[in-house]
Each structure stands twice: as structure tokens, then as C-alpha cells.
């Protein structure tokens, strides 16, 4: 405590008084006065009174000295001098504070940027209590389906209603298991309807992830019994802020969602565990046997909670104390195998693959994160980036300690000056410990500046309302803060002090007559390694932008095999409303009709799923004639469309006929399909195909009552990547209102002028055909597409941007290095010349320095980078394999860049004049 | 008697302390003096190591000082107790006490029982 005053008061002292010093001079001297009276007065003469007094104090120097250490801080004291002394220096030279400055800032900016993004997206856990005790539950299986497209990615993650029910209580005493399932919703208020994001919650979901309500109360498992379901929702805070302005008599009104009418019985200060997508809803999950989620048939509704095939839920996991994840895991697996067994007894008909359907995994991992798409979407993307921008931050690191190192060359004589003059070793390496400490701290308040200005830059290119640009806008954390100090101290500290021991080494008489040349050689070869490190990571993260900027180059390059120029098109979503099928029928013919009736349209389309929209809809079928072995399992897409709907899209017939308005709900069901369908049902036998049927779903008893009556060509109808398409098959829309009352359309207008010039006649027309209906997407195919790539994009200009940054460090780091090089052979270069070397040998001398520091970067960063691109390639199956042809292109690209940083350097050294050279030395 | 002792660490704190408890208001010089009359002259006193001692009291805010004038008529600065400085004289003297009085058991001749 009084320790604490007395430090305190020595810091005050630091920054306030500065005439303490005279102030104790004249004590002193006041004592030495008193004491020679006192001396005078016992009979001493005045000099032996006052010497016998200036011995007794000990010699007036030491106490002044040991009051004044008494008196502040002495340590403090020098490290703020040195502090003082490192900015002046700094501020002195500014060439050199700039270019270090920018080195740094460049490294630890795109990291702060980056890292900010990678930790919102894929390590950010959710808000809710004792994340780390959550369990996501997977599976890994063998097995596929009649029903569903098994997503194969390492486990999936849904689950049917009976399943949960087995697991949950199995697994009881190790942990509590909720069940959830997101979707989104139509929810109706004064009339207008809007999208918003729902999740279905078993009842102890809440309480399971220890969520407390602000206003009314939870879901309790009394609201989720199968069948009787309450028709209550819970809002998210953020919901009931925005919508409702945080109105606190919102409790027992009733909201309207998918045209049904639910009380609110509570607020909740939770979003959900799909970050990206927060939920601004909750609803009891047994809802799902209703009509809330409208897309199933009566049986398929019922069927939801009874069917062990219809995965649709994903399960939630809160460990019990004291219980570890892989007794869980253990545990579950066990219930998990029994309940296989029992369902593959108990629905033996509709499961093809018996045997893939008991190779199956239940896999439990952390759930802490939730379930994120945008670590879906953006995971190993980001991964990849970041990967790069850590090696753009050693590039940079490499930079500044090569500069820091030709300083310290520069700086010895000064050192030596300052040894000579008393300085301890210890003083000498503070100080420069210090420099170096000042330096980094200035570059990493300048890279984070430089962060939150590259955020905002990439905010622009990423598309409004997108879920990432939460991710981007929540700002720098305090983490990435801690991280990106952390990386800035650090390498200022370590490529200071490199320099600093260098100096230590230095012989304070060949130092002070400067014989600078050999002092530096040791220097040289630190540096030469610098440079070529330098050149070989440069080269890693070339290789690394060619291959995105290749990908994306062959994205854009993807013809889809449909038109998407003159194309207007959107989404029109009536369903969940009230409507009825006939009702939506009508509306559909009526927009129809009124977009053709305007002028410059010249076709009109629309079809339920669309194309390459993120809808699809898979599922096993039985083609007639036809007996699938279990290694080809393919489960074709399909879609729904109108009759104008090829001539619309120009997707060319091969042979048959297109649909007509003939073909009905009460007219023969009929079908198109595409090439890929041909050649994998009927081995590319198109006239065979024309004659052949099918029937929807797996097993023996499946009637194949769909008649083929046309082919096209294979078009990428769900996704723009390189993969090759699964078969596909069209319906027509006419034979779709029957199963699905409410599915929504996309819309497809030709135009002959530019379509975006009908969106407002568009909207118009949509909305006096029925107010009720829900428009979105409203956009050109060109704009649509182009939305789809912006994500390979953005990675992609990343990409870039770093690569550039990386070769451009690196030619900054070997221009330099070959101008000093050059300069310290200047009088060699002078008796060359003198002796008659012409320009051709002394070129040949610079090349030769060149070589010896790019030869091997280079060599080491072909190695590297071929290494890094084949893991890259290997973890992220999206991406295009890049030809040789460009990682030449890309290697071409470097060694024209060492080349002109090179360029310099050799013209100064064939430009030295031989008389000017030998007189300066 | 004729060897003077040094004056042991951390003892010339509590001497100071006892000495202004019990003379008011000194200079160094006088506190000096003082301390080595109070030995009976038999502690060799390092005047200079005074003032970062007092320096370091008052830093603790156990003594204040100020500029005055002296019995002869000369300016001095002027060293004095606080409210905290009494009671830490106070209790310093009670533990040396307790430490002399242990020590001297153990320097005891031993008795036989």
C-alpha cells in the first residue's frame, strides 16, 4: 500500500518537477553551512570545519546522485529518454519511418482485415451460456435414401423425428438432446407480407441452451406435443425491436405466419444457432406435422413425425457435468445402431440399400459455433486467405528486417561513438530495443487503420443484405485487436534486436575508422537470405492468385447452356398466404398474360424451381426397364416448368416435343429430360428414350407411369461449377399444382431492349394481380449470375491483391539489397571500367548478385508453392484444376518483376564513372 | 567502546521515525546530529544517507517537509511527523521491541533444569 503511494509519487515526480534538483542543492548546501558553523564554533578553522562537514555527508556528488534515484524512477527515466531519443530519430529520417511504417502496416492490415472475417465466421461462438458444453450430433452413412439428396460432406447433419426420439432417450444421463430445424416464413402485418427467418424449437431448446426470456416466458415441452402442437411463437429481442419497437404489450397478440394465426408469448434475446442467418422467430417444432410448412402432402405431413427416412430436424447437445464428448459419442452410437436396425425391420420396403443403411456413424462434434452457412459457404476460402495473409505478414517481416539490418549497417559508427563514450551494452540494446518497439507499435495502429479501411472497401463488393456483411461490419474485436499488437510488438522486438546484437559485435576501433565493408559482410548474407525468402514466398502466394484468378476466369467463362442476355427475371411467392392452388394458378396465367402484353417482351417462361437459384429438388426414381446396381445410385433434379419455357431459355430440343398447354393435370403425365439422363438411363440411346417411362421413388412396387416425350441438351441448371451435371428431367408446371399447392415460380421474361428496363412494370404487374404475393429477386440473368460468383470473386481479388503485394515487397527488398550491394562496390566497379571492362561484364557482375539471391528464392518457392497449390486444390473441391500454361504465365510474371527491380541497380553500376569512383574513396 | 557500528539496513528509518516522534520538527542536518547523540555517539552515521532515507519516508507519506528558518538564523528544510508517520512509529517500535526481545532469549545464557 504505501509501496504503491511511494511509486506513485516518484511517477508524478517524472512527468512534474523539474527544479528538484536545486531544490535539494540548497538543502544541502544549507546542511554543510550549518554543520561548518557547528565545526567553527568547536574551534576547526572555516576550511577544516567545512571539509571535515563535506566528508561526513560522503562526498555531496553521491547523495545528490542517490536522491535523485531515490527521488523518480531511474529505469523509467531512461526508457522514456530513449523512447524521446528513438521518435526524434525516427522523425529524422522519414524515407526510412515511411517505408518501414508501410511494410508493417501492409502485413498486419490485411491480417486484422482478414483475421476480423475469419473469426466472425468460423470462430465466434454462439451467445448463449457455457457454449463449449454444446454437441452438434451428425452422421456419416452408407446409405442413401429414396428420398432425399444425401449431402455426403463430412457428416450430415439432419435427422428424422423418430430418431431424435431415441437418441434422446438413450442418451439421457450423459447429455440433453433438442431438436430444431430452420426455414423461413411468410409472416403477414396490415396487409403486406415479408420473408423472415424461423426456427422450429422442441420445447426444452430454450432452457437447453440456458436462454432467458426478456418479456412472457419460453417454449415448454407442453407446446410441442406431436399433434398438438400450441399455436404460439416466441420473437427474437431483435424481431420485436425492429418490427414492433420493442412494444411491451406485444404478449397474447396474435401474429399472422404462413397465413395461420399464432400467439406471442415471449421474447427472447437469441437469434438462433445458423449465424448468418438469425431467426427473428420460434415456433414449436411438432408444427411441422401441420400445414404451416405447406410444401408436403397430407401423408407427407403426418408422415414427418412417423417416417424414419424423412430427415428434416437437426439435434442440439448440452454435455452433462462431468461427461466427456466421446462417452457421448459412445453412448449414441449405440442407441443410434439400435434404432437403425429396428427402422430398417420396420420399413424394409422403402430402403433400396439395406446394407448401406446399417454402415452409418454417428458422429458428435462441438456445437459451441451453431451451424453455420457462412463457414459453409466461406470456411475454406477463408482458411486459404488467411494462410496467405500470414505469409504476406513474413514477407513483410523479412522487408523490415532486411531494412532494419542495412540501418544497423549504417549506424555503427554512431554505436561505436556511443561505446566509446561510456554507454553500457545493456543501455545500447534498450535502446534499440526501444526503436524497434516504437516502430512496431506506429505499424500496427497503421495496419489496423489500414484494416478497418480494407473492411469498408469490402463492403462494397459484397452484395447488400448478404449474411457476410455482418460478418464484415461487426468491426475489428478485441481479439483480432490483442492478435494483431501481439504480431507488431513481437516483430518489431525480434527484427530489432537482430540488429542490435549485430552491433553489439562491432569493434569499437575499426568502427570508429570506418572500416564499414567488412563489418557488413556479416550483415550481407542475413540479408541475402531475407531477400530470397522474400522471393520464395512471393512466389507461393502467386502461385496461390493464379489458381483462384484462374477459377474464377473459367466461373466466368461457363456457359450455362441457357440463355442470360435480354433476360429479366424474379421470384413470385404466393404460397403460405391463404391462397389456394386455383387461386394461384390464375395468378400465375395472369402475369403471364400481362408481361407478354407488354411491349418489347418477346417470350414469357416460368418454372417452380428456377434456374440455378438455390432451389432444387431431388429424389430417387425407378425408370422402367432399368435396374440400378448400387454403384451408379443417381438421384436425378428435376423441375417444373411452363410450356414456353425452352423456346424462353433457347435450351435446345434434340428430338420429341415440348411441352404444350395441352398437357394438364387431367391429361397422360409427360416428361422432358436432358442428355446426362439419356446417357445414364438408356446409355445415350435418344430414341430409346424417347419411348421409355418412370416413376418416382425406390423399391419394387413403384408405378412407372411418366411418359418421355422429348430430350434437350444438358444445361447447368443448379449450379455454375465445373462438375458435371446429374441427370435432369422437366415436368410440366400444369402437373405440379396438384402435389404442391404453393410452391413459388420463377419468372423468365425475354426482352428485346434491355431487360432491366421492365423491372418496374414487373413489380406493377405482380402486385395488381394479387397484393398478397411476395416478389423477389428481382433482376437480370446476367446480374443473378453475376451475384452467384461474387464470393469466388471476392476470395479471388483477395487473392490478387495479396499476390501483388507480395511481389512488389519482394522487389522493394531486392532493389534494395542490390543497391547497397552496388554502391559498396562502387570503387571496384571504377578500376574495372578503368582496366577497360566494358558495360557487358560489369552488367554481368550485377546479374551474377542477382542470381545469387533469386536463383534460390526462386527454386525454393517453386518447391513451396507447387506443394501448397496441390493442398489447395486437394481441400477444396470447388475449385478448377489450373493448367501448367498459367503457372508459367505466373513465374514469367516474377521474373520480369526481379527483373525491373534489378534494372536500377545494374544501371547505376554500369553508369559509374571510374575517375569520380576512386577519387571519393 | 572505541568502534563505532554501521548503521544496519532498514534500522535508520525507524531511528528517524522515534527521533522526530519524540523532538518535533528537525532539518536533516539536526536529525542527523540528533541520531547520533541518541546512540551515545556510538553509530558511525553517514550524514548523506539522511535524505534519500527521508525522501523515501516522505514518499510514503509517513513525514511532510518544508522550508523554515533555523535556530541560527538560516533557511532549512523542515522535516515532521504525519498522522499515518505516528502510528508507524509507533507500531515499528513495538515489533523491534519483540524482535530484541526474542533475540536476547536466544543470546541468553542457557539455563539448567
Sequence with gaps: MRGLRAFLARLLTLIRQRNADDDFASELESHVAMHTEDGIRAGLSQEEARRRALVQIGGAEQVRQAHRDRRTLPWLESVLQDTHYAARRLRNSPGFTFAAVSILALGIGAN??????????????????????????????????????????????????????????????????????????????????????MQLVSGNYFSLLGVQPVLGRLLTSADDQPYHASSVVILSQEYWRTRFGADPSILDRTLSINGQAFTIVGVVPHQGVFPGAPAEIFLPITLASGSLLGNYTSAGRMN???????????????????????????????????????????????????????????????????????????????????????????????????????????????????????????????????EGLLLGLIGAAAGLALAWLGLRALLIAVPAGHSLHSAIISGVDTNTLVFCAAVGVMTSVVFSLAPAMLSIRVDLLRALHMQNHALTMGGQRLRNLMVASEIALSCVLVAGAAVFG???????????????????????????????????????????????????????????????SGWTSGGNITVAGYSASRADQITPDRDWVSPSFFSTMQIPLLVGRTFTSADTQAAEKVAIVDQAFVRHFFRGNMEAALGGQFGFGGGDNVKTDIQIIGVTLTVRATSLTSAPPVPFFYLPYAQHYGSHPSSPASFYVRTVYDPSRLA????????????????????????????????????????????????????????????????????????????????????AVVLALLCRVAVPGVAAGVLVGWAGVRELLHHDADLVQTPVTIFLAAGALLVAVMALAAFMPARHAVSVDPMQALRTE | MGEKSDVWQGTLALMVLRTLETMGPLHGYGLARRIEQTSGDRLQLNY????????????????????????????????????????????????????????ARFLAPVEES
Design chain 1, 550 to 612: 484462374w477459377n474464377l476466369y473459367q466461373l466466368r467463362n461457363t456457359n450455362p447452356g441457357f440463355a442470360t442476355s435480354h433476360v429479366l427475371t424474379f421470384r413470385v411467392d404466393i404460397g403460405r398466404t391463404g391462397r389456394n392452388s386455383e387461386q394461384f394458378q390464375s395468378d400465375l396465367a395472369g402475369i403471364d398474360a400481362a408481361l407478354q402484353g407488354q411491349s418489347g417482351v418477346s417470350s414469357v417462361a416460368y418454372s417452380a424451381n428456377g434456374l440455378i
Design chain 1, 112 to 197: 486484422a482485415a482478414i483475421f476480423t472475417v475469419f473469426d466472425n465466421v468460423l470462430l465466434r461462438n454462439l451467445p448463449v451460456h457455457d457454449p463449449d458444453r454444446l454437441i452438434l450430433l451428425g452422421e456419416n452413412s452408407r446409405f442413401e435414401t429414396g428420398r432425399l439428396n444425401v449431402n455426403a460432406a463430412p457428416a450430415d447433419l439432419t435427422f428424422a423425428w423418430p430418431a431424435y426420439q431415441a437418441l434422446r432417450s438413450a442418451g439421457r444421463d450423459l447429455c440433453d438432446l433438442a431438436a430444431f430445424s430452420y426455414g423461413t416464413a411468410i409472416v403477414t402485418t396490415n396487409g403486406s407480407s415479408n420473408y423472415i427467418n
Design chain 1, 760 to 843: 418496374v412494370a414487373a413489380r406493377s404487374i405482380v402486385h395488381r394481380t394479387d397484393p398478397a404475393l411476395i416478389l423477389s429477386n428481382l433482376q437480370t440473368m446476367q446480374q443473378h449470375l453475376s451475384d452467384l460468383t461474387y464470393g469466388a470473386r471476392l476470395v479471388t481479388m483477395l487473392s490478387l491483391l495479396m499476390g501483388a503485394l507480395a511481389l512488389l515487397l519482394a522487389a522493394i527488398g531486392l532493389q534494395g539489397l542490390l543497391m547497397l550491394a552496388v554502391a559498396q562496390r562502387t570503387r571496384e566497379f571504377g578500376i574495372r571500367i578503368a582496366l577497360g571492362a566494358d558495360r557487358t561484364s560489369i552488367f
Design chain 1, 304 to 434: 414427418v413425425l412417423r417416417d424414419p427416412l424423412n430427415r428434416w430436424m437437426n439435434i442440439v447437445g448440452r454435455l452433462s457435468p462431468g461427461a466427456t464428448q466421446a462417452q457421448a459419442e459412445a453412448r449414441l452410437n449405440t442407441a443410434w445402431w439400435n434404432w437403425r436396425r429396428e427402422a430398417l425391420r420396420a420399413s424394409r420396403d422403402n430402403i433400396l440399400d439395406k446394407a448401406g443403411w446399417l454402415q452409418t456413424h454417428l458422429s458428435v462434434t462441438s456445437g459451441g459455433r451453431g451451424i453455420s452457412l457462412l463457414a459453409h459457404d466461406f470456411g475454406e476460402p477463408l482458411r486459404i486467405l488467411q494462410t496467405m495473409a500470414l505469409v504476406l505478414l513474413l514477407i513483410a517481416c523479412a522487408n523490415l528486417a532486411n531494412l532494419l539490418l542495412a540501418r544497423a549497417a549504417r549506424r555503427q559508427g554512431e554505436i561505436a561513438v556511443r561505446g566509446a563514450l561510456g554507454a553500457t551494452r545493456r543501455r545500447v540494446v534498450q535502446q534499440l530495443t526501444i
Design chain 2, 48 to 103: 548523506g544517507t539522511v535524505y534519500p532515507a527521508l525522501l523515501k519516508l516522505e514518499q510514503e507519506g509517513y513525514i511532510r517537509s518544508r522550508w523554515g528558518i533555523s535556530e541560527n538564523n538560516r533557511r532549512a528544510k523542515f522535516y515532521d511527523l504525519t498522522k499515518a508517520g505516528h502510528l508507524r512509529a509507533k507500531r515499528a517500535a513495538a515489533e523491534w521491541a519483540q524482535t530484541t526481545e526474542i533475540l
